[in-house]
């Protein structure tokens, strides 16, 4: 059964940075697309970052352009996502997700595997 497990998570002033870890278990992860989403208090989820594995390309919400960067290191089956220059309103609970398909900015749809979550506190 595949898993993936976030961690990095913190309580940070804004201004600074955090990277997100998700490691990916039970699966193979080459053949994979992973995607990073996130969750506020109230709010509906929403899509940070992610790399479609049938164009390539990356994608990241407009609220994260510039200040966000998914990476993966596939020898260790790791996702990793960069946020730098964090705001209060990035507080959330950040989650990534995998599938066999292909990922989107859309949190909605079934994917895979979803991961328990890792808690980004932005402090002003």
């Known amino acids: 059964e595949g898993q993936l497990v976030e961690s990095g998570g913190g309580l940070v002033q804004a201004g600074g940075s955090l990277r997100l870890s998700c490691a990916a278990s039970g699966f193979t992860f080459d053949d994979y697309a992973i995607g990073w989403f996130r969750q506020a208090p109230g709010k509906e989820p929403e899509g940070v970052s992610c790399v479609s594995s049938s164009s390539g390309r990356t994608y990241s919400a407009d609220s994260v352009k510039g200040r966000s960067t998914i990476s993966s290191d596939n020898a260790n089956n790791m996702v990793y996502l960069q946020m730098n220059n964090l705001k209060p309103e990035d507080t959330a609970v950040y989650y990534c997700?995998?599938?066999?398909?292909?990922?989107?900015?859309?949190?909605?749809?079934?994917?895979?595997?979803w991961g328990q979550g890792t808690q980004v506190t932005v402090s002003s």
């Open positions: 997700a995998a599938d066999s398909d292909d990922i989107f900015l859309t949190p909605e749809l079934p994917y895979d595997y």
